[in-house]
Nanobody
Framework: QVRLVESGGGLVQPGGSLTLSCVASGIIVVRNIMGWYRQAPGKGREFVASMTSGDRINYADSVKGRFTISRDNAKNTEYLQMNSLKAEDTAVYYC?????????WGQGTQVTVSS
């Protein structure tokens, strides 16, 4: 019933920008904690950013000043704007929404930063 569909990943040169989108259905984004994790090859899933229903935002130290998390309540969509991208940002990015009894995950979208 709950579905999170991600888009916006791709190949970008170092210093470039991408914006990821996560469209939710079956759950209201603004009523729940939501955010993003990422997983690089051979590594565990790493926290990137989160946002509460009260608009409290947290970022991983590695992305502070470069990434911005946001949501569009009318579109029931969460976003991750990524600027000044580095090779170390290469990973599969997963959006999530924390419901009352479980966490829902997007399918993942690949971001590759390379020259």
């Amino acid at each position: 019933q709950v579905r999170l569909v991600e888009s916006g990943g791709g190949l970008v040169q170092p210093g470039g920008s991408l914006t990821l989108s996560c469209v939710a259905s079956g759950i209201i984004v603004v009523r729940n904690i939501m955010g993003w994790y990422r997983q690089a090859p051979g590594k565990g899933r790493e926290f990137v950013a989160s946002m509460t229903s009260g608009d409290r935002i947290n970022y991983a130290d590695s992305v502070k000043g470069r990434f911005t998390i946001s949501r569009d309540n009318a579109k029931n969509t969460e976003y991750l704007q990524m600027n000044s991208l580095k090779a170390e940002d290469t990973a599969v990015y997963y959006c999530y929404i924390r419901g009352l009894i479980q966490t829902y995950w997007g399918q993942g979208t690949q971001v590759t930063v390379s020259s």
